[in-house]
């Protein structure tokens, strides 16, 4: 095994201008950790796209390797849980924003951040579903806690055709419910309904200014968008119903009225996918494995090689990437 490695390496000078170049680097320059793994497959999702574009300050110790989530083979431990040749997946935990992350041929981390990849699941298909999979099934989780039910109405999907809104719209509608999904693509409608949405609306009916309480039309939603659309999202969901909120592609702010609250009962339910308890994580895998169908996992994702990790980096931040996408760190 060579002693170096090939890494996308983010540096800062001086000025803090970032620059953005592959590196060979060894393991003695990884970061603290009893598991080093062997990273075989990875994806690009938003925030890596912010991290590596400098759009957003994602990074904030430097020199970093950035990607936030990878599958791959366990080469040594020292972690009571895992032995080599052990299959794991990461998603989190500051790796690729304070913890060197993803994009390099090897990762050494907390085992206690690890989990194991399901039998049923390849390396691939678990970076084709990655961070943004697994926060929309928290969110599914989420919505269930709260006892939407597919008899309860319809549940709406922003960013439908993202990373999240794909897996979500996914296995929202394989679990029975009817999803309309919005996006701002709509050339995507045939994408959208062919993973499950039965109706699509466009994003522009969400992404103005809202009323404090708009015409009741789901009972409950999945929101990777933030700001106005959030608001408009929040004051359209129906007596009792909940919005669980992951993103802010629009922006961070919520311009929201009160009213859906305190009227309608409505209720916000924050997702976190960083700093999930394991049992959360583990719980999430194994219903990615159940209800996520294999065949719809294979039309949201495209597989590209680590030479082009930087270019959809910048395709993502863009609004230009659709669905998944996997990164085969052999290729």
Sequence with gaps: ???????????????????????????????????????????????????????????????????????????????SRWKEGDKVILNGWGVGETHMGAYAARARVNGDWLVGLPESMSVQQAMAIGTAGYTAMLCVMALERHGITPERGPVVVTGAAGGVGSVAVSLLSRLGHHVIASTGRTSEETYLKDLGATEIISRDELSGPARPLGKERWAGGVDAVGSHTLANVLSMTSYGGAVAACGLAQGMDLPASVAPFILRGVSLLGVDSVMAPLALREEAWRRLAADLDPAKLAALSTTIGFGEIMETAGAIVEGRVRGRVVVDMGA
């Excluded at 060894?26 to 796209?49: F, Q, R």
Aim: net charge negative; glycine share 8%.
């Design 1 to 79: 095994m060579s002693d170096t490695f090939r890494a996308i390496l983010v540096t800062r000078d001086e000025e803090k201008k970032q620059s953005v170049s592959v590196s060979e680097i060894s393991e003695a320059d990884l970061m603290e950790g009893d598991v080093t793994v062997a990273v075989e497959a990875t994806t690009v999702n938003y925030k890596d796209g912010l991290a590596i574009t400098g759009k957003a300050p994602v990074i904030r110790r430097f020199p970093m390797v950035p990607g936030i989530d990878f599958a791959g083979t366990v080469l040594k431990s020292g972690h």
